[in-house]
């Protein structure tokens, strides 16, 4: 009786004693040698928490498959810690430099998941040499690795995405060419990451000769009546949608509010998950999608994580039917891509020891996720072929188009669909354009030897 | 207790009316500045300077700016974040667009944008008050930060809006290192404090409490009431845009308008009422506890939690994070309305009757 | 011409909406002097509250029933916890607290129910009115006038309410004046409590109507930014107000948006309705609805 | 050099060579303490000596000086003094008709007056004294509109005093070099117990070797501090803020007002401080009395500090007995969390030496602020002997006596128990008063002083009591009244007290009410009042009170020649002892025989053994109107001690 | 004591001032003048619209009809600035102090006027701004010392009692070195002895510095005493005009104070 009302009084003591030390030790690096360090700075408040802590999921659930299975990479334990950033900005960042230093060899590469984080992180991130991978989101012209070594805008740009969108709807009307005279418009939310494509479509439009009006949306998007009777007016072929959040499920049922057809919309990845369609109900049926992985759960390495981390009820969803979901598989996307890069890294450096930033951003610049590689790692399908280089950060710039059923995403193209060579050239013009600037305003030499191929 | 005040008396009104009567206060102010200016860089680390110590500067300095309109001159603002990024904006195109102009000049010209546009929207707290007139600010908050996505001179035709800020150079050094920037940083947060305490010390300030405290018998005795409201818009302003450039260039480096939104305005109108309405102190003191105190949540809330034995499902402890710091804020509006400065204060009278209880 | 009405009616319509989300800040600030800016976040909390008891298995109208009382009981207890130790403090100070309430019911909101989005179908589809399309040609929607409809529902009911009933006389007599009506004997504290709670109410019936137009997520505390210029705009105090500014601000920010926009290069809609109420300001320094004051020295 | 500063402006105008920066005087006005240098107090002082000459102030004439401690009335002190005239400081919160004596006595034909208020006074007395011709005010206020030829504007007369100066411009030289040091250099009016003031006439000698005395042998030096709130008429603060003041070059401080005294002393911090023993009582009152407002936890850290200061803090300031390591400890906590803050507050930070002089003090009283730290020493003297007689020297101070003789003064203890003293500083004679004079001072030069004392083993001189005073029971008891009376008043709830005894059976007692103290009291027991007359009789008070008169009982009657004069009956009175009413001194002594005179029925009815008495009073309210009040007493027997029973608790 | 001030020529004169809210006329055609250097009264029962007759000369409300004129200068209405900087000061019926700040800081703004630094000066505070500081300082010291309230200087004035608030505000409005005062009942809530104190302040001001004094009040044994000429109102409309002999003998006087106060 005694001992156990002693036991109940211990414990928060305890905790308090225990919390204090993590405080105290936190600043420092600890021990253990095999151990690899991955920061999990997501968002699980906040009116991104929905996606954020899908993303988070299939996140740390690959880690621990990873960790279940193989016993880490190469016998190195991954490990990471959750580091709320609100999606703010300066969270964020003090997430950013809270992880830096964690485990034996620091951050081995950040998610930042936010794109004004990831903007927030490019000088840090380069000046403390942990690669920030900001996948599908972020600066497009990061690409050019040569003017930032430290930032990955992995698989697919803003910029590539627009190409490939353009060239989507190219097939779709049956030929490039056919999209001279179509109307096409882009509701885009009014912000940094809405206006990304604008550049690109222009410049497309001029190429294919489609008619390209772009309407903002004002943050959050949650009224979109004025937007969508202008669309009427307009009577486009095509509405291209980057939206973010309540966005997206607003214009669709604006679409149906206005008769616009549903299936004449294309959403960006970003407004291509369950999140986005679901909350607009009947509206949403017919909606296409880009995205960079696919959905479902029936991909090897997905099954393994139930096999391995949900079967022993270890898994980070609370709700296991989001499992398969798309910010889901995102996330094991983004957790896929860190693995490959430290096993590349290790390989290189040095087996079954942890690898630092620095070692791990030369992983990602030599990355060959080719289809053989990706069906070894039980995503074949599941995510675009990738591979870098010193001066092509981004890889691939593939992307599949889905469709909502009105139940589930459904992959439309069974192959990934990249923008033509020559709108990939041009985009990467424009990359290369943009990233000379940058580098002249921050007074940065680029580096030398840096080529696209390995 | 450590006041000893016997034999402080004043020969001149120099003397009295100086910032710390008390040489006590002067030998704390004296000690905490050597504190930070020398011992922080030398044991700070990389993480406390650019990840605490940047921000709750950069912080203290946009609430100190909001406290000067708020607290000071009594007019509610919710546009801080606006000023901040029409500072931070003005200050990288003052950069970019004329070659010879040193950063500080850039700095201080953002600020002065930030002025003229704070004139510009506190034309209206001529005639509305109150709510009426926080509302009001909100028209400066969303405006400004559609211009400055909209319009892309603003970001230098950057596709996205985004400006990448100018490395700080001054005389030739570069400020790279967390150690530089923190210092920089410092020593303007530290100007400018002392400049607003000059300001709300002499006639400026006591023009601006007049019209806060009774407008009618402000303007009665010769203030003239228009102008004083409008100074005060200008000078909150400057202050928020220097921290805005501040803000760009030495905490994050790459900012887009949409980083200076409303939220970032209610967090530092948070700041300055924890901290303490009408103190310059409890704008420090409020950026500190709004920088701090969601981080030390962050950190102790699930190591605590698991420590204790219950199993946070993911994403739960985010949210009890947010609903003790909500609780929080309104237990500690309960307790002490007028923010720390005033425990700061009620700390510092009983010190000096002590041990006397009045 | 037709386009041009067919924004407005979209505008009035949508302006309605914001209506019923200014109303409950209208109650509340009548009441106690409070400028309630957790209202969003009770909306948030109201609508998610509805969803979650429904994916209980409860349906639509036993999830209502439950998530009103849910409501009273937060309303109730905000009165209870937050604004009775802070009664007689300034009005920013409340204002504050608020901000603090608001965190803490969003934390409270997806801690409990969970950071999904979800869907909400009342059963009004939201789809334009055919007849009316093949009249016309022009687009209605079908959900934006029911809506509408029950807007109006509620305004008469807390009409009546404030008019017809002993609790609603003795809250018009609080917003008179606090002092007098605790003179005459009205329980000030029971008061506010019913003032929350209806403000509680109103949340839920504008939860339930913007959550099953966006679908039911975070953002619908968002939709209390729309709220803020129908406010300036038709006064704090004014339920008429409320519905009046509601109806300016919503078409005047889809006619500026489509006419307007496209000059500037669009998406003016977020700041528009406040520049509006600004200038309006200006003009009329105590709003649509609001009596001159008067300088006393 | 030396050899010639035997005046005071030969003094003067030595620290204006020697120490011309030097802050000679400082009073706070207008919020800040406006501060003159030595030089500049010298040119002051030579403007207003020219002007007083310009107005035919001559060698041998006397001017009266009316008003609080204004640095403007110390140069009119000092200019007197250069042209050889006599400065006669008056207390200024006399009654006109109690000046016109002086007036007269003096021949005073000039009066620098403060303010209004003084020359309205003056005003009144002048068809009594028509030899008074010039009368100049400091503060002009509310004086604009008089036109009577005989007053002007102080600002005015340094404006006659730069003219006259400029026509004259060796006049102000001469006059000074004219002073020896055997002229008279002031006139100090004793306020004496009955009849007549008599003016105590001090030469530039007598003052300034006593002072000089005095200060070499506490090692006084030009960095002091004093503040300057006693009445200038009182030869001690003359001794202190003037003649010590200008012998050691250290500054002065005038305070704002009289209401500010207690935060002007805060502020400054004087390290050199005179206080009559009622100032330290009044400060310790408002000690208790705060600290009793104070948190619990406070109020016992208080308590528990003060307790370990009792014990050991006399013993280290007097750096005499061992303390061990633990007593040390607990004291240095102590000081830090209650001593040091409590001389903080006090004022008394930075006192070195400070003397309580003009009365006896408690010894508890004392004891406190020596155990908290402060250098609070005894002082005996009179007005006719310059003060300095006896003072307790470092280290060797004993809270119930005097101390030891000062220097070259000598002390012979008279048959009759009377103390005598010679000194250099002696008075020369009662001014105008040939028999009062001879009766003081015998032919052999000693001073008669009235009063009875005698000296301890270790030559310390203890006074018992004014030699007239100390008397009898009819048993045959010793009775000494002050002695008495100074053991209640050190309750912080007693103000005064008066003592009978004399030739009766048993000692009773008078007892005025400590209004604050009691009030306070009062307030935190819910005890409602409606003022003064009504507090001092409520019955919780009466209670009060003889717990404290029981106290006292306990004490007295551990002493064997004293256990027969406890205090057997006693009431407490309805009004204050007020020296406007004459009860007591402006000083603050108890005029005993008044006393006993005035409320002679209430003395009948404490040994008539009646259980209340109907009393009616006349009273003078400060605007000089009279009033009566009444009220019936309520007499109370104490409780009395047994020897042995107080022996064993002691 | 003597009282010998050389009364002359007006210096203000209210002509024919009507002033309405609303529906509400608050003041009809009313007409007077006032003197330099003489103490001039304004009596009415409750509502007679004396406080908006003063509000009408400092430019606080703006009447609809009638002509102010100040030291020569005509016009139909004022604005409180320019009343101001012309030598008007005042003090309120109920205190209009400023709450948040001490008595100095609050006496300090009546100096307002003679500012002369501007705020970039002041955010230095090393020179000329801590000169005009210290200067201004100085004045508003001789203020205090003149009131005497040394010993609340540094006091919030939310702190004091309500007859020092009266003082303070009095001292606030002495900082301006005004010619005109006007006083908006001084008196009104004091117990005798303050008012006394105030009469006697009252009295002095106008006698030491010639302020011309306009004032508010309703103790009769007040205004009798100390005013030169005294103006009544009632319902908005001038009854009698006349020194306080006069005054109180009129009539009408007499009737609009029986039949309303009593």
Same mark, same amino acid.
């Given at each position: 009786m005694l001992s156990s009302t002693a036991r109940r009084l211990g414990r928060p003591a305890a905790a308090l004693l225990g919390a204090a030390v993590i405080a105290l030790g936190s600043g420092l690096a600890h021990g253990q040698a095999k151990e690899q360090f991955i920061p999990a700075n997501f968002y699980w408040v906040g009116p991104y928490a929905s996606g954020g802590s899908g993303i988070a999921g299939g996140f740390i659930d690959y880690f621990k498959m990873v960790n279940a299975r193989d016993g880490g990479v190469n016998g190195v334990k991954i490990t990471w810690e959750k580091c709320e950033t609100e999606y703010n900005n300066a969270r964020g960042v003090e997430c950013y430099e809270r992880s830096k230093n964690k485990g034996p060899t620091g951050a081995s590469l950040i998610h930042p998941l936010s794109t004004g984080i990831t903007y927030s992180l490019i000088d840090k991130g380069t000046a403390d040499k942990i690669p920030i991978v900001s996948l599908g989101y972020g600066r497009a012209d990061a690409t050019i690795g040569s003017v930032f070594p430290y930032v990955f805008p992995l698989m697919t740009t803003y910029w590539s995405q627009a190409a490939a969108m353009v060239n989507f709807l190219g097939q779709r009307e049956g030929g490039l060419a056919k999209l001279k005279g179509k109307k096409i418009v882009l509701l885009y939310h009014e912000s940094a990451y809405g206006k990304e494509p604008i550049p690109v479509l222009t410049d497309l439009s001029k190429k294919y000769g489609y008619q390209l009006t772009t309407i903002a949306v004002p943050h959050p998007g949650n009224e979109q009546q004025s937007q969508w009777l202008q669309i009427r007016q307009i009577r486009p072929d095509w509405v291209i949608l980057w939206g973010w959040g309540v966005m997206n499920p607003t214009a669709l049922k604006a679409a149906q509010k206005t008769g616009f057809p549903r299936n004449k919309i294309l959403g960006v990845w970003w407004s291509g998950a369950e999140e986005d369609v679901i909350p607009a109900g009947s509206a949403a049926k017919g909606y296409m999608a880009a995205g960079f992985n696919a959905p479902g759960t029936s991909y090897p390495a997905i099954q393994d994580i139930l096999k391995y981390v949900y079967a022993k009820g270890d %898994?980070?969803?609370?709700?296991?039917?989001?499992? %398969?979901s798309i910010y889901y598989n995102r996330g094991v996307v983004l957790a896929a891509v860190s693995v490959e890069a430290i096993k590349v890294a290790q390989e290189h450096f040095g087996k079954g020891k942890p690898v630092t930033g620095e070692q791990v951003a030369w992983g990602l610049e030599h990355l060959n996720l080719d289809e053989k590689r990706l069906k070894q790692l039980g995503l074949s399908g599941f995510m675009p072929p990738t591979t870098t280089a010193c001066n092509n950060h981004e890889g691939s710039g593939l992307v599949k188009f889905q469709q909502w059923d009105g139940t589930k995403w459904k992959i439309l193209t069974a192959n990934w669909v990249a923008p033509t060579p020559e709108d990939q050239k041009l985009v990467r013009s424009k990359m290369e354009a943009s990233a000379a600037k940058y580098a002249k305003d921050k007074g940065i030499t680029p580096r030398a030897n840096c080529t696209d191929e390995n | 207790m450590l006041y000893r005040e016997t034999g402080q008396f004043k020969t001149s009104y120099a003397a009295d009316q100086q910032i710390f009567p008390l040489r006590q206060d002067r030998i704390g102010v004296v000690a905490t500045l050597l504190v930070a200016f020398i011992v922080v860089p030398l044991v700070a680390n990389e993480y406390w300077l650019e990840a605490i110590l940047i921000p709750f500067l950069v912080f203290s300095l946009a609430a100190l700016g909001l406290n000067i309109l708020?607290?000071?001159?009594?007019q509610l603002s919710l546009g801080t974040a606006a000023f901040m990024a029409v500072g931070a904006f003005g200050a990288y195109n003052f950069e970019l667009r004329l070659e010879w102009m040193p950063i500080l000049g850039s700095f201080a010209l953002g600020g002065v944008c930030a002025a003229f546009v704070g004139i510009l929207f506190g034309l209206p707290s001529l005639r509305i008050k109150g709510f009426y007139l926080a509302v009001a600010t909100l028209a400066a908050q969303f405006f400004v930060v559609w211009a400055l996505t909209h319009f892309n001179w603003f970001s230098n035709y950057s596709a996205s809006g985004v400006i990448t800020a100018q490395r700080i150079e001054i005389f030739g050094f570069y400020f790279l290192t967390g150690q530089s920037k923190y210092l920089l940083v410092l020593a303007i947060v530290t100007l400018l404090a002392l400049a607003a305490k000059n300001m709300v010390r002499s006639e400026t300030g006591r023009a601006w409490m007049a019209v806060r405290d009774f407008d009618v018998a402000a303007a009665v005795i010769g203030i003239p009431v228009m102008r004083t409201k409008l100074l005060a818009f200008a000078v909150s302003s400057f202050y928020c845009g220097v921290a805005g450039a501040l803000y760009a260039y030495a905490y994050l480096g790459t900012v887009e308008p949409d980083g200076f939104n409303l939220d970032l305005s209610f967090r530092i109108l948070f700041m300055i009422i924890i901290g303490g309405v009408g103190s310059i102190l409890g704008s420090f003191l409020g950026a500190a506890f709004i920088v701090l105190f969601p981080i030390l949540l962050n950190r102790f809330a699930e190591p605590f939690a698991n420590a204790i034995g219950i199993d946070l499902p993911s994403g739960m402890s985010s949210n009890l994070e947010l609903i003790i710091f909500g609780g929080l804020i309104i237990f500690f509006l309960a307790v002490e309305p007028l923010g720390l400065a005033r425990l700061w204060q009620v700390a510092k009278e009983k010190l000096r009757l002590w041990p006397f209880p009045h | 011409m037709q386009f041009f009405f067919e924004v407005l009616i979209g505008g009035l319509l949508a302006g309605i909406m914001y209506s019923l989300v200014a109303l409950g800040f209208v109650l509340i600030y009548k009441a106690s002097g409070v400028f309630n800016f957790a209202q969003g976040a009770m909306v948030f909390f109201a609508a998610l509250t509805v969803v979650g008891f429904m994916e209980q298995g409860a349906p639509l109208p036993l999830a209502i029933g439950l998530c009103l009382i849910v409501m009273i009981l937060l309303g109730v207890a905000t009165e209870r916890i937050v604004l009775r130790p802070l009664v007689n403090q300034p009005q920013i100070t409340l204002f504050m607290a608020t901000i603090g309430l608001a965190f803490f019911v969003e934390g409270l909101a997806q801690g409990l129910w969970g950071a999904q989005v979800h869907a909400l179908d009342i059963g009004i589809p939201d789809t334009p009115i055919e007849s009316l399309m093949d009249k016309t040609g022009m687009l209605i929607s079908q959900f934006d006038l029911i809506a509408a409809l029950i807007c109006a529902v509620l305004v008469t009911l807390l009409a009546v309410f404030f008019n017809k009933t002993r609790i609603g006389r003795a809250l018009r007599a609080v917003a008179d004046d606090h002092q007098a009506a605790l003179a005459v004997g009205i329980p000030l504290k029971q008061i506010w409590a019913i003032v929350w709670a209806v403000a509680g109410f109103v949340a839920l019936v504008a939860g339930l109507l913007w959550g099953a137009r966006n679908g039911v997520q975070f953002a619908l505390t968002f939709v209390a930014l729309k709220a803020l210029p129908v406010l300036i705009l038709g006064g704090f105090e004014s339920i008429a107000g409320a519905i009046v500014g509601g109806l300016i601000v919503g078409s005047s920010e889809k006619l500026a948006e489509v006419f307007l926009g496209p000059y500037v290069g669009g998406g003016i809609e977020g700041w528009f309705a406040y520049v509006v109420a600004l200038l309006f300001l200006l003009v009329r320094p105590q709003g649509l609805f609001g009596e001159k004051i008067i300088e006393r020295v | 050099m030396a050899e010639s500063l035997d005046t005071f402006p030969r003094l003067l105008l030595h620290n204006a060579k020697v120490r011309p920066d030097l802050p000679a005087i400082r009073e706070k006005d207008l919020g800040i303490w406006q501060s003159w240098t030595w030089s500049e107090v010298a040119a002051e002082v030579r403007t207003l000596a020219c002007g007083l000459a310009a107005q035919g102030f001559k060698r041998g004439m006397t001017i009266a000086l009316i008003g609080d401690n204004r640095p403007r009335l110390y140069w009119g002190v000092t200019a007197a003094q250069c042209l050889g005239g006599v400065p006669v400081p008056l207390y200024q919160d006399a009654v006109a008709d109690e000046w016109v004596f002086v007036f007269q006595n003096a021949e005073i034909a000039f009066a620098i007056a403060e303010d209004q208020e003084q020359v309205d006074k003056l005003l009144e007395i002048m068809p009594k004294c028509p030899q008074l011709k010039h009368i100049y005010f400091d503060d002009p206020r509310g004086l604009r509109h008089y036109d009577q030829p005989e007053i002007m504007g102080y600002d005015e007369l340094l404006e006659l005093g730069r003219e006259f100066d400029r026509a004259h411009p060796d006049y102000f030289l001469a006059e000074v070099e004219k002073g020896r040091p055997e002229d008279m250099a002031a006139l100090f009016y004793t306020s004496g117990t009955t009849g007549n003031p008599k003016g105590v006439v001090h030469s530039n000698k007598n003052l300034i070797t006593t002072g000089r005395m005095a200060a070499e042998i506490e090692g006084i030096t030009e960095n002091e501090n004093v503040l300057a709130f006693l009445p200038m008429a009182w030869i001690g603060q003359n001794m202190f803020s003037y003649t010590q003041a200008l012998i050691c070059g250290f500054c002065v401080n005038c305070p704002e007002s009289s209401d500010t005294v207690m935060t002007d002393l805060r502020e400054i911090g004087p390290s050199y401080f005179l206080a009559p023993p009622s100032v330290f009582e009044r400060l310790l009152t408002q000690v208790t009395i705060r600290m009793e407002d104070a948190s619990w936890l406070k109020r016992k850290m208080y308590h528990y500090f003060m307790g370990v200061a009792n014990r050991v803090g006399g013993k280290i300031l007097d750096a005499k007995e061992p303390i061990g390591f633990w007593d040390r400890l607990l004291y240095k906590i102590g000081d830090l969390c209650v001593y040091g803050p409590l001389r903080n507050v006090l004022g008394m930070t930075r006192i070195r030496i400070t003397y309580t002089g003009g009365e006896a003090i408690g010894p508890d009283l004392f004891k406190f602020y020596r155990s908290i730290g402060v250098n609070l020493k005894q002082l005996y003297g009179a007005t006719e002997t310059s003060v300095f007689v006896c003072v307790q020297p470092d280290g060797q101070v004993k809270p119930d006596t005097v101390g030891k003789t000062v220097g070259s003064v000598q002390i012979k203890i008279a048959d009759s128990g009377e103390i005598l003293i010679k000194t250099p500083g002696l008075f020369d004679e009662y001014y105008k008063n040939p028999q009062a004079t001879a009766e003081a001072k015998d032919a052999d030069g000693w001073f008669h002083t009235g009063d009875a004392g005698f000296f301890d083993a270790d030559e310390h001189l203890k006074i018992l009591d004014r030699a007239k005073d100390v008397g009898r029971l009819n048993d045959g008891t010793l009775f000494a009244p002050k002695y008495i009376e100074n053991k209640l008043k050190f309750f912080p709830y007693i103000k005064e007290a008066v003592a009978f005894g004399q030739g009766r059976d048993m000692c009773c007692a008078c007892v005025n009410i400590e209004f604050d103290a009691v009030a306070n009291w009062a307030e935190r027991r819910n005890i409602s009042y409606s003022g003064y007359t009504d507090l001092a009789s409520r019955p919780e008070v009466y209670d009060l009170v003889q717990d404290c008169v029981e106290h006292v009982n306990r004490d007295l009657a551990a002493d064997e020649k004293l256990a027969g004069s406890q205090i057997h009956r006693f009431l407490i009175l309805h009004k204050e002892l007020d020296p406007d009413d004459g009860e007591i001194t402006r000083t603050r002594k108890v005029r005993r025989g008044f006393v006993a005179e005035k409320y002679a029925t209430l003395v009948d009815a404490l040994y008539s053994g009646k259980g209340e008495c109907f009393i009616e009073t006349q009273v003078k309210f400060e605007d000089g109107r009279t009033g009566t009040i009444s009220a019936i007493l309520r007499i109370v027997d104490a409780k009395l001690a047994s020897p042995d029973a107080a022996k064993r608790a002691a | 004591m003597e009282q010998v001030r050389n009364i002359g020529e007006p210096i203000l004169v209210v002509e024919n001032v009507s002033l309405a809210f609303g529906g509400v006329k608050a003041l009809q055609d009313v007409s007077f003048d006032v003197c330099e250097h003489e103490v001039r009264a304004i009596i009415g029962p409750n509502g007679a619209g004396k406080s908006s007759m003063l509000n009408v000369v400092n430019g606080v409300y703006h009447p609809q009809q009638g002509h102010v004129t100040f030291k020569g200068v005509r016009r139909q209405d004022m604005n409180s600035h320019e009343a101001a900087s012309m030598g008007i000061a005042r003090t309120f019926q109920n205190i209009a102090l400023f709450r948040g700040m001490t008595v100095l800081d609050n006496i300090m703004t009546g100096r307002a006027l003679k500012m002369k630094t501007n705020f970039l000066q002041q955010a230095l505070w090393w020179g000329p701004a801590r000169r005009d500081e210290m200067q201004n300082r100085h004045k508003v010291e001789e203020v205090i010392d003149f009131l005497e309230i040394q010993h609340i200087r540094k006091t919030p004035v939310g702190r004091l009692p309500y007859g020092l608030q009266k003082r303070v505000e009095l001292a606030r409005a002495l900082a301006a070195e005004p010619e005109v005062l006007l006083l908006d009942e001084p008196m009104a809530g004091m117990n005798l002895e303050e008012k006394q104190d105030m009469c006697r302040y009252v009295l002095d001001v106008n006698d030491q510095f010639g302020t011309t004094i306009v004032l508010i009040e309703h103790d009769m044994g007040v205004v009798m005493d100390i005013s030169d000429r005294v103006v009544v109102l009632d319902y908005g409309q001038k009854i009698a005009d006349g020194t306080p002999d006069v005054v109180r003998a009129d009539k009408k006087v007499i009737d609009a104070y029986l039949g309303v106060t009593h």
């Open positions: %898994g980070e969803m609370e709700d296991k039917s989001r499992v %398969g | 708020t607290g000071y001159a009594g | - | - | -």
